[in-house]
């Protein structure tokens, strides 16, 4: 993954990282020790924790237990994090996933901790992610996100890694193709 360096002011909200635990449901004592591990001892919803500190322990998860399991960790995070209330199809959704990862990230001054970009096109659409947070994790929240808001005319939405650019291979950016 490239590396991107992430100013120390830069902090992301408890209920953001109460997704690992949630992704995590049979090894929540072992995502509570690599959270401990990695700077951030006790986890309350409503504070605030180093980016950094969530960062190196959101990579220890997926060295450790696998992809797998960080995907499952992403597709928590819809069910965690500060989303926009009026969100009800799925284009909105796809559409708010950079304002909810604004609204779960402070301290941004100066500092560029990328984001979510959605591209629209006839029954579907393109997700651009240039975030530090690895593939999986951005994979699982999309295909929870997707689920979430499936059109009801559609009797499936397919999210893939597009082929090209990968920031696990040192891209800056992955893109995801959904359709629906």
Known sequence: ??????????????????????GMELLKSRAMR???????????????????????????I???????????????VPEHAK???EINTLEQALRALDMAYQMNHRGQ??????????ETAPHGGRMICDNPYPCNFDHGIIEALCERFRPK??????????????RHKGSGDCTYLISW
């Open 109 to 118: 001054q100066g500092g560029n901790i990328g984001g979510y970009r959605f």
């Open 153 to 166: 005319e559609s009797v499936w939405v397919r999210v893939e890694h597009a082929p090209l650019g990968c």
């Open 34 to 60: 690599i959270l401990a591990e990695n700077g951030i001892p006790t986890l309350e919803p409503q504070g605030w924790y180093p980016m950094s500190n969530a960062l190196t322990a959101i990579k220890s």
């Open 1 to 22: 993954m490239q590396n991107r360096v992430i100013p120390p002011e830069v902090q992301v909200l408890g209920q953001s990282i109460m997704a690992m635990i949630g």
């Open 62 to 76: 997926e060295e450790k237990i696998g992809p797998v399991t960080m995907r499952a960790v992403g597709r928590k």
């Open 83 to 85: 989303f926009p209330p």
